[in-house]
């Protein structure tokens, strides 16, 4: 259903237009929340991995251009559209790809329910930039990390630029949130049969190639913030502490690098 539009004040332009992130992820009723997708690509996984769209904004001309299978694979939901100028006037959005779709925020599943038949994992913690963010994901879903699991003061996953720089992946790897961190988390992840080894530059630290923790039948890999890293205390709480071995006097890598590197070898 093409639907023109003329101005921004057009009611069903309020998701891209009008609300926050903080309004789209509606954290009083997660029920009530959406989330946006951007490109072509990044829609068609989200829509494969069985998210729910309630519609699309693209340029004029991609209607019968790049965005053709998605007009017809949305219908009869509305396809709003209007010309270029008009669509990159909308408040931080430049469509660069010149589609977005809205869509429902999914419901997360339990620490326990994610976990299940799982042998590797990854947690961040308190990791705040939405780049790094679709970075980390991307880089579990391409290198073997089974789920993800974002501590509560993270970055929001389904913040746009974050499933951007996920090319997606982040519809495609499961992933939820875990409460009381960093206790009692830890102890609920040992009963289930995860050790936990903390990516911290501490004396203690073991390299990251050492067998100890490849041998380990299942393993957490804990991520910390940008810049300082993780929190003593959820040092403190991990079964290991582990360190990227450098070179040339590098203390260490961005986090999204570190992560990379972490899941590489420790799959």
């Not at 004040?9 to 992820?25: F, I, K, N, V």
């Not at 559209?81 to 909308?90: E, F, H, I, V, Y």
């Not at 419901?107 to 679709?134: F, H, M, Y």
């Amino acid at each position: 259903m093409i639907v023109p539009v003329a101005d921004l004040d057009h009611p069903g332009l309020r998701p891209y237009a009008h609300l926050t992130e903080a309004q789209l992820r509606n954290r009083l009723e997660p029920d009530q929340g959406l989330f946006i997708a951007e490109s072509p690509k990044v829609i068609r996984v989200a829509l494969d991995a069985g998210y729910q769209p309630i519609s699309l904004l693209c340029e004029e001309k991609h209607i019968h251009g790049q965005a053709a299978d998605l007009v017809a694979r949305l219908d009869p939901l509305p396809v709003f559209t209007g010309p270029r100028q008009l669509l990159a006037s909308l408040t931080g959005y430049e469509l660069t790809r010149g589609v977005l779709c809205a869509m429902h925020r999914p419901e997360l599943p339990s620490v326990q329910q994610l976990c299940a038949g799982k042998r590797r994992i990854a947690i961040v913690d308190n990791v705040v930039n939405s780049t790094n963010t679709g970075a980390i994901l991307r880089a579990a879903a391409a290198l073997g990390i089974e789920a993800v699991l974002f501590t509560p003061t993270c970055c929001d996953p389904l913040n746009r630029r974050s499933v951007r720089v996920s090319m997606g992946t982040v519809f495609q790897i499961p992933w939820t949130y875990i409460p009381s961190w960093p206790q009692p988390a830890i102890n609920h992840l040992r009963q289930l049969g995860f050790a936990t080894v903390a990516l911290a530059l501490t004396p203690t630290a073991i390299p990251i190639n050492h067998p100890s923790l490849s041998q380990l039948d299942k393993l957490a890999i804990v991520l910390g913030t940008e810049g300082d890293g993780l929190a003593q205390t959820t040092i403190n709480n991990c079964d290991y502490q582990a360190i990227i071995p450098m070179q040339r006097g590098v203390d260490s890598l961005n986090v999204a690098a570190a992560a990379a590197v972490a899941f590489w070898q420790l799959k």
